[in-house]
């Protein structure tokens, strides 16, 4: 029979393991722990910590209104992706901010600057929003006036300073290095482009003149001197460019003096040239960007196979892609390249991936924690269970390391864990 005393001491020292395992398990060895890497998710996401909440008022919420971007007919998830340029735009602006919609028609835009909120306040509902792809100095808003009826302007944060305002449609750009700013009309199987410099409040309106003596004639009819231009257009102020447009066409706008336009019946590049878009090249095959890296191309070969081929975002020169290659995704502006491979912000992967980006699971963890906010808002509000039914709406922008969560009654802005997978990611992006 063991004595007494030896259970005792061995129970005790049990014990000690256990609060040892306890306390120094989920830190790293050279921390004192018993970890060798990262430690799991799982085992840190039970809090985060808040930087800034916003209380919604009754009929207030981060959506925008009537905007689709001429490319994107469906809807975007509110959440966004990585909230790069070339994305649809999302009411959650970065780590900066959020854009919302109110009853009777207004809206604004809160900044969270200096640890509080600027507000940015509009007399008509907003249609979308961004802040430039790089230090977050300028607003761009779009707002719907009425019936077919839309207005961009260009805002200098954080004094709110308007720099100018245009006649435009319901969508409204950056270009992906944001230094100009692109907006259009719609007209039957036609699309009215303008484009401006941010840094220029006056610009000389201009039109595509479609003369390129080595590229073939526009279509028959077609608008290539300003006078030629429905009332609206020759209203539009800015270096214009009238472009063929069906549903499927896509646009993709890389830097102030490049402009890429893919449709049915080939793609084309168009580059500014003292203040006039003109084509620099064109050709047949179907655009499938690689953003921020290259522009892709899928076109037939003299015996009619499909072929793939890369190129710079601002010259057309077209380099063979590997036929052992497995076959490119099909394009949504969700997706992020890096050289061998994409990924998009809900853990869709292609290719080859980087190393030390881990699964996203943060996006879970936020969920459950924030869904008993959740419920209680749904208890105080009727109105949050018809914006919000299934839970809490959960926005990441992994590349600036916080969430933004809306809960009904507010939306709060998180710290993510300093997991290594966010460091990868702004390394990818490569600050956009």
């Known amino acids: 029979m063991i004595p007494k005393r030896y259970l005792i001491a061995t129970l005790f020292i049990a014990a000690m393991l256990v609060i040892m395992a306890v306390v120094q398990a989920p830190r790293a060895k050279k921390d004192g722990g018993v970890m060798t890497g990262e430690t799991p998710i799982a085992l840190t996401l039970e809090t985060f910590e808040t930087l800034a909440q916003f209380e919604l008022q009754e009929g207030w919420v981060p959506r925008f209104q009537g905007t689709r971007d ?12 990585f909230n790069t340029p070339w994305e649809p735009a999302s009411p959650y602006l970065r780590d900066q901010g959020l854009a919302l ?7 604004e835009v809160a900044l969270w600057r200096g640890l509080e909120w600027r507000h940015y306040r509009f007399d008509a509902p907003l249609c979308s929003a961004r802040l430039d792809p790089g230090k977050g100095k300028y607003l761009l808003v779009t707002l719907s006036l009425g019936s077919s009826r839309f207005e961009t302007r260009l805002l200098e944060v954080p004094e709110g300073r308007v720099l100018w305002a245009s006649d435009s449609g319901p969508w409204s750009r950056f270009s992906w290095d944001g230094r100009a700013v692109i907006l259009g009309l719609a007209a039957p199987d036609a699309l009215l482009l303008a484009t401006r410099p941010v840094d220029q409040v006056k610009i000389d309106a201009s039109l595509a003149p479609w ?104 010259v057309a020169s077209w380099a063979p892609v590997a036929e052992t290659l497995e076959a490119w995704p099909a394009y949504d502006p969700a997706w992020a390249w890096h050289q061998d491979g994409a990924l998009d912000a809900w ?22 924690t924030f869904k008993p906010e959740w419920r209680v808002a749904s208890g105080l509000r009727a109105s949050v269970r018809g914006w919000l039914p299934y839970g809490p709406e959960v926005a990441l922008r992994e590349a600036q390391s916080v969430a933004w969560i809306w809960v009904g009654n507010r939306v709060m802005m998180v710290r993510l864990q300093a997991v290594g997978r966010l460091q990868r990611i702004k390394a990818m992006l490569k600050g956009m």
Not at 70 to 81: F, K, M, R, V
Not at 101 to 107: A, D, L, Q, V
Request: net charge neutral; no cysteine; hydrophobic share 35%.
């Open 70 to 81: 001429p490319d994107q007919p469906d809807p975007w998830p509110s959440t966004g992706g």
């Open 101 to 107: 919609n109110g009853p009777g028609g207004i809206s």
């Open 211 to 314: 003369d390129e003596k080595h590229l073939p004639a526009p279509p028959k009819d077609w608008a290539v001197k300003p006078e030629q231009l429905w009332p609206d257009g020759q209203d539009l102020p800015g270096q214009r460019l009238l472009v063929p447009w069906q549903p499927n066409a896509r646009l993709w706008f890389p830097a102030k003096d490049r402009l890429w336009i893919g449709e049915a019946s080939g793609w084309t590049l168009w580059a500014l040239t003292e203040g006039v878009w003109r084509r620099k090249e064109a050709g047949p095959g179907v655009l499938m960007a690689h953003p921020p890296l290259a522009m892709g191309l899928v076109s037939l070969n003299s015996d009619g196979l499909p072929v793939r081929r890369l190129a710079p975002l601002d």
């Open 347 to 368: 853990d869709t992967r292609w290719g080859r991936d980087l190393p030390g980006i881990s699964p996203e699971r943060q996006r879970d963890a936020l969920l459950r």
